[in-house]
């Protein structure tokens, strides 16, 4: 087991994660993380670029359906 500090950055915190650490479930220093509670944990899996591209895509779409009028009367 690793363990890790929480770092103070700015008015947030954070978790440094090594590359040794990143490299042995694949990722790297632009991988995108789902990220989910269980209970008291604190889950990250890496994204690939299919599950990527398809959240954007269902996170545009909302934002144009809830946006419509708007973006309508820029269009014009």
């Known amino acids: 087991m690793l363990t890790k500090a929480l770092k103070k950055v700015g ?3 954070a978790i440094f994660l090594d590359k040794t650490l990143l490299g042995l479930i694949g990722a ?10 269980e209970g008291s944990k604190i ?11 398809e959240e ?3 996170v545009a779409k909302r ?9 309508k009367k820029l269009a014009k």
Request: hydrophobic letters at 40%; aromatic letters at 6%; a neutral charge.
């Open 11 to 13: 008015n947030s915190q």
């Open 28 to 37: 790297h220093e632009d991988t995108v993380f789902k990220v989910s509670v």
């Open 43 to 53: 889950v990250l899996e890496p994204m690939t670029q299919k599950e990527f591209k």
């Open 56 to 58: 954007a895509m269902n």
């Open 63 to 71: 934002v144009m359906k809830i946006h419509a009028p708007t973006l």
